[in-house]
C-alpha cells in the first residue's frame, strides 16, 4: 500500500520560511498531477497549489507570490517552498498526488498524506 508522507512542518515566526516535502512512504513508479492542501482549525481544507506533471503550477490568490510548488521527478518527491509566511497560514498543510505504484499499473489513483502541522506566530 503506497502512502504519502509530508514532512518539514513546524513553527516559524511571522516572515519565516519553511519548506514541505511530500513523497511515498515506499518506491513507486510515478506521481503524475499534485496538491498541496490545508485546513485551519474550524475552517474547510483548501487548496493551496497544484504542479502537473509537465511542471505547470497554479496557486490560490492568498500565497501568490510567497509560496512556491516544485517537484522531483527523479525522487518522487513534491515540495512547497513557504516564504514570507502569516499568522493566517497556519493550518495542517496536505500532499494529494495521483501515484502509479508500477510501471504496469494501468492507472493512476489518488493518495492522501496523514499532514503536517505549520504554525506561523506573530
Known amino acids: 500500500q503506497v502512502q504519502l508522507v509530508e514532512s518539514g512542518g513546524g513553527l516559524v515566526q511571522a516572515g519565516g520560511s519553511l519548506r514541505l516535502s511530500c513523497a511515498a512512504s515506499r518506491s513507486i513508479f510515478s506521481i503524475n498531477f499534485a496538491a498541496w492542501y490545508r485546513q485551519a482549525p474550524g475552517k474547510e481544507r483548501e487548496l493551496v497549489a497544484t504542479?502537473?506533471?509537465?511542471?505547470?503550477?497554479n496557486y490560490a490568490d492568498s500565497v501568490k507570490g510567497r509560496f512556491t510548488v516544485s517537484r522531483d521527478n527523479a525522487k518522487n518527491t513534491v515540495y512547497l517552498q513557504m516564504n514570507s509566511l502569516k499568522p493566517e497560514d497556519t493550518a495542517v498543510y496536505y500532499c494529494?498526488?495521483?501515484?502509479?505504484?508500477?510501471?504496469?499499473?494501468?492507472?493512476?489513483?489518488?493518495?492522501w498524506g496523514q499532514g503536517t502541522q505549520v504554525t506561523v506566530s506573530s
Open positions: 504542479i502537473t506533471s509537465g511542471g505547470t503550477t
Open positions: 494529494n498526488a495521483m501515484v502509479k505504484a508500477y510501471y504496469y499499473t494501468p492507472n493512476y489513483s489518488s493518495y
